[in-house]
């Protein structure tokens, strides 16, 4: 495999910016990931408050790499009337990526809907592979361009086969990375993957301490990966 790009979901309202550039400017292909949720914004600490999101956006890392993570209301919206509100519409213009969480089983889709909004942002888009999204997901893939969407797979169990990427696609694995078990992780990406197969990782929680986003993590991470040079340029 080849790892392109390492995603630190959860920037918080206590995270300094000052920090994260100089983080990025060492370790150009760190993302920042942002969760956005319109109940849980300023409310639970992984979640910022949508002032400071706007600032962090705003600050001097605004030519950071970052993704826009949307939850719950939000991506309902997005799959059913293709609708997003002002804030986020001012968010997307200052991000890479933007990833939509959601679970077919507990969510209802309009397809001609969800593509005008998808249509109306250059962004490409993350969508998390999971059981009930497989169908869907599987319906759209010889429709759209590579580029549009990225696909993410969940390796947050202890398991012993990495599942299968979606051939000719950009896909990425999250669930359960941190500073303890990532170079164990990322040997076994390396040893189920295709060796030429450019792929990247989202860690959150495994960055958190005491729920507070911990960029000295962060940092041990990037230690991890630069130390066994598992970013290939």
């Not at 390492?6 to 995270?15: E, I, L, P, Q």
């Not at 609708?83 to 200052?94: E, P, S, V």
């Not at 792929?199 to 230690?223: A, M």
Request: hydrophobic share 35%.
């Amino acid at each position: 495999m080849i790892l392109k790009k390492v995603t630190f979901t959860g920037v918080d309202d206590w995270t300094n910016t000052n920090h994260m550039v100089d983080i990025w400017k060492k370790n150009k292909w760190v993302e920042w990931g942002y969760l956005y949720s319109k109940n849980l914004n300023g409310v639970e600490k992984r979640y910022p408050n949508v002032k400071k999101l706007i600032q962090h956006f705003k600050s001097e890392g605004y030519f950071m790499n970052r993704s826009l993570h949307l939850c719950g209301s939000v991506v309902q919206e997005i799959l059913s009337n293709g609708l997003i509100n002002y804030d986020i519409t001012y968010l997307m213009t200052g991000i890479n990526r933007v990833q939509l969480n959601f679970n077919l089983k507990q969510s209802h889709i309009n397809i001609i809907k969800f593509f005008s909004f998808i249509n109306r942002y250059p962004n490409p888009f993350i969508l998390q592979i999971n059981d009930n999204n497989k169908p869907f997901i599987n319906a759209i893939i010889p429709y759209v361009n590579e580029d549009r969407f990225h696909f993410l797979f969940d390796i947050s169990n202890d398991i012993k086969e990495i599942p299968k990427p979606i051939e000719g696609r950009i896909c990425g694995w999250t669930g359960g990375l941190s500073p303890d078990n990532l170079e164990q992780k990322l040997i076994q990406l390396e040893e189920q993957l295709p060796k030429d197969l450019g792929i990247w990782i989202d860690i959150e929680t495994g960055v958190r301490t005491d729920d507070y986003f911990d960029l000295s993590k962060v940092e041990k991470c990037c230690e991890i990966i630069n130390k066994f040079n598992y970013i290939k340029r």
